[in-house]
């Protein structure tokens, strides 16, 4: 391959008295970085167990995947993150999204894309050590991180829709597209971006872009696709939101993503076996997930390599996959389709 050579990320949950041997792991695996899920009704806090990590660990990345405005203050949000900054040593980056799973839990709703927007402006502002005007008007400043001239941390903003994908290319240092693996759609995606930071008078060269891709290594394809089913129901669960969250999709991928959104069974969620999971079929699945064994994985790189991202996070399978499995097919990616990958 003699593509783009994009950091390989691996996206996992929290795992209170085994993350520190678990991101060692990832990072001897050769991974470029970590990312845990911010879900306070499903998982452990990612801000303990990103600091254990930044001390197990060298040189793999550390970030929230994703965290939301909703459940934390701005200046929570930016301290909890700059304190993962100060323990790694510079190596945190803040994913943020508008909120899905830790925000339905806790029975509220994800913010219009405006407020999105502004509450991004406030963690940047308190990241870069400035005074923050907040919602109720108080000026504020997180003074711990502008006495510490840290490193400003990252802030990377996982986007489906096109206005969403809007915030993150004007407001944010990075985007990462939670729109499937599919070339097509992740063309458009990467344009998007770029088109709505030239017209906001920035330069579309400076903002990251990358990926969120569901992958599932497995010598058995048809095993693979019942593996992946469960995650690639959430990120498809995204496209379905909304009329707008779906743009860019194929008709036939559109009418699935809008099925899955209107069924979506959070008690269910990131399952293979919910009842949502009913209309993602095989076809769905190879044209949205990467899903196969090493060889076919590999093609399908191929493509996305072409497109020049700067990041890939990897999803793995769903959180009905037996434990087997799970560790089988993060195995099988980390010795025959990473290091293919690395050499890019």
Same mark, same amino acid.
């Given at each position: 391959?003699?593509?783009? &050579?994009?950091? !390989? ?16 792991? $990832? ?8 990312? @845990? @899920? ?51 040593? *510079?190596?945190?980056? #803040? ?19 405006? %407020?999105?927007?502004?509450? !991004? ?5 308190? =990241? ?6 907040? %919602?109720? *008007? ?36 990075? @985007? ?18 770029? &088109? ?5 008078? #920035? %330069? ?29 129901? @959430? ?8 009329? +707008? ?6 008709? +036939? ?7 899955? *959104?209107?069924?979506? +069974? ?13 209309? $993602?079929?095989?076809?769905? /699945? +190879?044209?949205?997930? $990467? ?12 493509? $996305?390599?072409? =497109?020049?991202?700067?990041? =890939?996070? /990897?999803? *793995? ?7 087997? %499995? ?5 195995? =099988?990616?980390?010795?025959?389709? #990473? ?6």
């Amino acid at each position: 391959m003699s593509k783009s &050579k994009p950091e !390989i990320w691996m996206i996992t949950f929290p795992m209170p008295g085994a993350f520190s041997q678990t991101a060692r792991m $990832i990072e001897e695996s050769g991974f470029d970085g970590v990312g @845990v @899920v911010d879900t306070q009704n499903l998982a452990a806090d990612p801000y303990s167990e990103l600091c254990l990590a930044a001390h197990a660990t060298k040189h793999l990345k550390l970030r929230t995947s994703v965290t939301n405005p909703v459940t934390r203050h701005p200046a929570v949000t930016a301290s909890a993150i700059a304190t993962v900054q100060a323990e790694s040593g *510079g190596r945190a980056v #803040l994913g943020i999204g508008r909120g899905d799973s830790a925000v339905a839990k806790i029975g509220e709703r994800a913010p219009s894309s405006k %407020d999105f927007a502004r509450y !991004i402006s406030q963690v940047q502002g308190f =990241l870069r050590g400035e005074e923050v005007t907040l %919602d109720n *008007g108080y000026r504020s400043r997180n003074e711990w991180i502008a006495r510490n001239n840290l490193p400003k941390v990252p802030v990377d903003v996982a986007a489906t829709g096109p206005r969403v994908i809007e915030v993150g290319a004007t407001i944010a240092d990075a @985007v990462t597209f939670a729109v499937g693996a599919d070339p097509e759609r992740l063309t458009w995606a990467i344009g998007h971006a770029r &088109k709505a930071r030239e017209q906001a008078g #920035l %330069d579309p060269s400076t903002v990251k872009l990358g990926a969120y891709l569901n992958v599932v290594v497995h010598p058995e394809i048809a095993r693979a696709r019942t593996l992946a089913r469960g995650t690639v129901g @959430v990120i498809a669960h995204f496209s379905g939101m909304s009329r +707008d969250s779906s743009a860019g999709m194929r008709p +036939d991928d559109r009418a699935v993503a809008q099925k899955v *959104g209107e069924a979506y +069974d959070m008690s269910r969620h990131t399952r293979g076996d919910a009842g949502h999971a009913r209309f $993602i079929d095989d076809a769905f /699945v +190879d044209r949205f997930a $990467i899903a196969g064994p090493p060889a076919h994985c590999i093609e399908r790189f191929e493509a $996305i390599l072409k =497109l020049g991202l700067d990041h =890939l996070i /990897v999803v *793995g399978p769903g959180a009905d996959a037996a434990a087997a %499995d799970q560790m089988q097919t993060v195995g =099988l990616f980390a010795k025959e389709v #990473l290091p293919v990958l690395k050499r890019a």
